[in-house]
């Protein structure tokens, strides 16, 4: 019996958290720090998010995003400019130093992820990949739209 959209939802974001839990336990540098490491690799997978998107995203409240994104922006990591549609908010955006330091934090956490797709077979990569691919898409249009 097919799942419907709520347990669908369910079990991406129980995988999503079983796929981060155990990158953080394999590796230190995403263990110090996690919640900037979320932010930066959330970032580098998503591109230019409002900052109200991205504190939904990651679980966490906007008063915490704030100094989150302060912390990670007097490291030169992140910009916030004003939401071109939304005066009440910011678009987030990683540098040139922020995107390296993700790279560097995907890289350290790269057995884990391989052990997650290696119960994939390469047609199911595939497709995940264009799955994934199109809800990106879809919420970079929300964030366009400014919903």
């Known amino acids: 019996m097919p799942m419907d959209d709520r347990e669908l939802v369910e079990l991406f974001h129980d995988v999503a958290r079983a796929s981060h839990q155990r990158e953080v336990r394999s590796n230190d540098v995403l263990a110090h720090g996690s919640g900037q490491s979320r932010c930066l690799l959330t970032l ?22 704030s100094e989150l994104l302060g912390k990670m922006e007097s490291r030169g990591w992140v910009s916030r400019t004003p939401h071109p549609e939304d005066g009440r ?29 290696a119960a994939l077979s390469e047609d199911q990569r595939e497709q995940f990949g264009e799955i994934l691919t199109a809800i990106r898409r879809h919420y970079r249009e929300l964030d366009e739209r400014g919903a």
């Not at 900052?51 to 008063?63: F, H, P, V």
């Not at 908010?89 to 391989?114: C, P």
Request: charged content about 20%; hydrophobic content about 40%.
């Open 89 to 117: 908010t910011y678009m987030v955006s990683l540098t040139g130093e922020g995107m390296a330091e993700a790279m560097r934090r995907r890289s350290a956490g790269n057995d884990a992820s391989g052990e997650l797709l």
């Open 44 to 65: 580098s997978g998503l591109g230019p998010v409002s900052q109200r998107r991205l504190a939904a995203i990651l679980g966490i409240r906007s008063a915490s995003m």
